[in-house]
């Protein structure tokens, strides 16, 4: 039951204390969670030497995703390793906090090479993907643990290492959802958790707890308050319900200030080619500059159609991109000049033009567009044969011109669709895999209060903890780098409290 005389929304309003228990459980730390960053955690902190419980509030283990991303320390020295650290403060929108990212920084690639080792020892092999991104003029060189291949992806990776873990030590309780920490004095001294009877255990931590619940993306009254530009999207899960936050704010801790990084994923890697070429909407009208032609920031120009339809069919997202025959011709030196903006991988995934929608006319091309979004119920695609050569006529026109009059395109960019075949690939970025905005954390990633005092006993990792992103959309240029975070944090963090 909330308290009375509160104000804000309800997810904020403290339930009343919980002093009674079923049973209680003594341990020195306690991770809320059992995704990639809690597995991590409890691994460390038992490796540590502290008698480690995980409380998990579904039956299985669970995260998500294909790549975990780290920086070669073996290649990349500290000017480029801090080079990295703006790259991401950069992209952020200049809202990272600096300690935080030196953390995983300095630390992925020993957190990940464990969760690699520990993975292939339970039969779920990594393919690598190694990658070198310049930013200010240093190289810096990336290697990911990548699952694609593998069924279940990277959860499949997550639940050989919960195995390996519970036989270092670690105590994992499912089923075991949190519902309020245990405080005292002001500092968090344990986790009340409702079982499946809906009787409360008290997890006793004398060292720490750390929340490692991941995000909110599932809870929609938390999207309407702290990311409302998220609104009409399609929601991932049904678990990432933001309760591992709200328990640290019940207990003081703050949340990062808006607005809260938004990762949108659209396309599968076959067909996501990152090119600016012509984009059209569902009625094969041109409605953008192409310049911005990466996945994750499309859904910035979609977001009008999803609330014109009134936020109840994500697909009002979708679009088109043309592509002329000879799209390849361009790739090399349009990647050159803008290495962040263009693309045609997702990890060692290349794009495959079998998969775009292809025709010999335009008119064809009109009709088979119009059966891909029937097929994929695309709820408002209609692209009548007429507009869309009309478009395609206007767009060439400007291509000839050499200045795009209707939205300012550059012109190195403006390339005509002429000639067959003729290429469409499904575009529009409208799943909602995370928002990522948590908990305000110090550099041990110790949740703070109010006066950014740090909380004792308190800890958030993963997409629970804050202040690594910033922007308004996640962004892409290092691929995994999500997933990273997670398991580095908890890796690092683990150890951290047990060693209080």
């Not at 190289?139 to 291949?149: E, K, M, Q, R, S």
Request: charged letters at 20%; glycine letters at 10%.
């Amino acid at each position: 039951m909330a308290t009375t005389g509160s104000t804000g929304p309800a997810f904020l309003q403290a339930p009343e204390p919980i002093t009674e228990f079923a049973e209680t459980h003594d341990y020195e730390v306690v991770v809320v969670g059992a995704g990639a960053a809690g597995v991590s955690a409890v691994h460390s902190a038992v490796a540590a030497g502290a008698k480690t419980a995980c409380v998990q509030a579904l039956p299985t283990v669970q995260t998500a995703g294909n790549m975990a991303a780290s920086i070669d320390l073996t290649k990349t020295d500290e000017a480029a390793v801090q080079a990295c650290v703006s790259f991401i403060n950069f992209k952020s929108d200049y809202r990272s906090d600096r300690d935080l990212v030196n953390v995983w920084a300095h630390n992925s690639q020993e957190a990940l090479a464990w969760w690699e080792e520990t993975a292939a020892k339970g039969g779920v092999e990594s393919k690598p993907h190694d990658a070198v991104l310049n930013y200010n003029g240093y190289d810096i060189y990336l290697h990911a643990n990548t699952y694609f291949h593998v069924e279940g992806n990277h959860n499949a990776a997550a639940t050989v290492i919960a195995e390996e873990v519970a036989k270092e030590g670690g105590e994992f309780f499912y089923s075991m959802p949190c519902v309020q920490l245990q405080t005292a004095d002001g500092a968090v001294t344990g986790v009340i958790c409702e079982d499946e009877n809906g009787d409360h255990h008290l997890f006793n931590a004398s060292k720490g707890v750390i929340l490692a619940t991941g995000d909110y993306s599932s809870n929609e009254e938390m999207i309407e308050y702290y990311a409302p530009d998220c609104k009409g999207f399609r929601l991932s899960t049904d678990f990432r319900d933001g309760s591992g936050m709200c328990a640290g704010m019940w207990a003081g801790a703050i949340m990062t200030p808006h607005t809260h990084t938004k990762m949108i994923h659209g396309e599968p890697a076959a067909v996501r080619l990152e090119m600016p070429f012509l984009f059209v909407d569902q009625q094969g009208n041109r409605f953008m500059d192409e310049t911005c032609c990466r996945m994750g920031y499309l859904n910035n120009f979609s977001r009008k159609a999803i609330a014109q339809n009134g936020f109840t069919d994500s697909t009002a997202a979708k679009f088109f991109s043309l592509v002329p025959a000879n799209w390849e011709d361009y790739y090399e030196d349009w990647k050159a000049a803008a290495p962040y903006d263009i693309s045609q991988y997702n990890g060692n995934n290349k794009v495959n033009p079998e998969k775009w929608i292809q025709a010999e006319t335009l008119e064809e091309l009109a009709e088979a567009m119009n059966a891909y979004a029937a097929e994929s119920k695309w709820g408002f695609t209609d692209i009548d044969a007429n507009t869309l050569k009309a478009t395609v006529d206007r767009y060439n026109q400007i291509c000839a011109s050499g200045r795009d009059e209707d939205f300012g395109k550059s012109t190195k960019y403006l390339v005509p669709i002429e000639g067959g075949p003729y290429y469409a690939i499904p575009r529009g970025s409208n799943g909602l895999p995370a928002i990522l905005g948590g908990l305000v954390v110090n550099g041990d990633y110790q949740c703070l209060n109010g006066d950014f005092e740090p909380i004792q006993g308190l800890f958030a990792v993963g997409n629970a903890s804050g202040q690594f992103f910033g922007g308004v959309d996640y962004p892409m240029d290092i691929e995994g780098l999500s997933i990273g975070r997670a398991i580095t944090t908890g890796y690092v963090t683990g150890k951290t409290v047990a060693n209080l």
